[in-house]
């Protein structure tokens, strides 16, 4: 990004000017904008508007960033297109060839892979139909938003060096040479409206379109992890192979553990199934030596009791097998001992003080027809996560959850980026460049061999991707 792009990030520290009004700082337009949503939130007509949320109104309130985004219909989008849009003018003529063209681009960009989402398209490819067929100021409607590349897209359009990784050349006065050499295009911005039913779309594609103060945001996330070190940092110790020094765990491998059908003796997944990370496609109990393949194994099943429901519950057997850990700057790798065990049995025993979701996965649902959960002995939403991993999620949503407006918002879309990354569905690839949300695109599938990732391994390089959303600017900035 350019200097004068990285600049708009202090802006939020002064006075802002939103929808044709002043205010001293962006905290004031924030509450300003916020007591007129309460108000409107009231309004019985309002809350009949087909799709309104199901939800208090301190909840919608404490999600939205009004008028920038809310958890609900929008009542400021009048004034934005009064405000921004053109009125259609029969007699300025409008005319654009159809954009024919094959478009490529990858998915390695920082903004792409600052959070997740499937049917993400990267916002370069969206930006070349931008600038073909509008002008900067120009209003664009995206009613299925997802991430709200369309929006990132908009505003990049004002940004030269963006503009000129497409291949396109920027003259001095802003108009912008396609390959041939011919102008067709203007640089600067676009105004963008972004919409999605999906809840988390839109939360994704507001921070993806809403300035922050980076340094302020890293100086948050680095607060929180130093107290999530002091409270549960223990979880995550592990002694060095010379018995004294301590190591902190980047991640530790789970394997299913299966029965065998001849003998009803043991199968560990990742002992007798796997074989320099791959998975072999005949493997032999280590009790009878039967032929077995992993379709024809027996789920290994253990009896567990659940303090949520105050009732037994049978879960699938898994055990760690494998710790990955740093001593200093160095990384090695070991297998569980006796203290390992000791401490993932305390961890198994300790309350939580914090709330967490236990809601149960009906029968009914699109989650449950992917795959019958039952036999995971996965009935409510916790049961995706280990003990240790759901005591420390529980943790750090309560700590983001104590800050507040803007900075609340970044925090969650930092720690929600990860979120499933921390969970059952995380698989282990042993060849993989991290451990990081390696999850099966488009499925909760729950693979035989799981990696529980430790918040600092997952977190800390997330600090560092987000610093590009400093390039992001407001709509009216």
Aim: charge should be neutral; include cysteine.
């Amino acid at each position: 990004m350019n200097q004068d792009t990285l600049k708009l990030q202090t802006k939020a520290a002064g006075p802002v000017e939103c929808l044709g009004q002043r205010f001293p700082s962006d905290e004031a337009r924030r509450e300003h904008f916020l007591k007129l949503l309460a108000q409107k939130l009231k309004d019985p007509e309002f809350r009949k508007i087909e799709g309104f949320p199901i939800g208090k109104d301190e909840d919608i309130l404490v999600l939205s960033d009004p008028p920038y985004y809310t958890a609900c219909p929008n009542p400021w989008l009048g004034e934005f297109i009064k405000g921004y849009g053109t009125p259609y003018d029969p007699k300025q003529p409008y005319h654009r060839e159809p954009f024919a063209a094959d478009v490529s681009e990858g998915k390695n960009h920082p903004i792409y892979n600052a959070h997740s989402y499937h049917t993400k398209v990267p916002h370069r490819a969206i930006m070349r139909y931008l600038l073909h067929y509008t002008q900067p100021g120009d209003v664009v409607f995206d009613g299925f938003c997802g991430t709200g590349m369309t929006g990132v897209a908009a505003q990049l359009c004002g940004d030269r060096a963006e503009v000129q990784e497409l291949g396109y050349r920027v003259q001095d006065d802003g108009t912008i040479l396609n390959e041939e050499g011919k102008p067709f295009s203007k640089l600067g911005a676009r105004r963008a409206i972004l919409n999605d039913l999906s809840p988390a779309a839109a939360f994704i594609a507001y921070n993806y379109n809403t300035p922050v103060d980076v340094d302020a945001f890293e100086r948050e996330a680095r607060r929180i992890l130093k107290e999530l070190e002091d409270e549960l940092g223990w979880m995550y110790e592990t002694k060095h192979t010379d018995g004294k020094t301590k190591g902190r765990i980047n991640y530790t491998v789970w394997s299913d553990v299966f029965s065998c059908p001849e003998c009803a003796g043991e199968v560990v997944f990742w002992e007798d199934a796997v074989e320099d990370g791959e998975i072999k496609e005949e493997l032999h109990c280590p009790q009878c030596n039967a032929s077995l393949t992993k379709r024809n194994l027996d789920r290994k099943t253990v009896a567990d009791f659940n303090p949520e429901t105050n009732a037994p519950v049978t879960r699938a057997k898994r055990k760690p097998v494998l710790i990955n850990y740093t001593v200093g700057s160095n990384r090695y790798e070991k297998a569980p001992d006796k203290s390992d065990l000791a401490l993932i049995e305390h961890i198994e025993k300790t309350p939580c003080p914090h709330w967490y979701p236990t809601n149960q996965l009906e029968p009914d649902t699109d989650l449950w027809l992917e795959r019958d959960y039952r036999s995971l002995g996965i009935l409510t939403i916790d049961a995706f996560y280990t003990k240790r991993n759901l005591l420390m999620s529980a943790f750090c949503r309560e700590a983001i959850m104590r800050r507040a407006g803007r900075m609340r918002g970044i925090l969650w879309f930092w720690f929600q980026s990860v979120l499933m990354g921390f969970s059952l569905v995380n698989r282990y690839l042993k060849n993989a460049f991290s451990q990081v949300n390696r999850i099966l695109s488009g499925t909760l599938y729950v693979g035989a061999m799981q990696s529980e990732v430790s918040p600092w391994y997952s977190l800390n390089g997330k600090i560092k991707r987000l610093h590009v959303l400093a390039a992001m600017r407001r709509y009216d900035s």
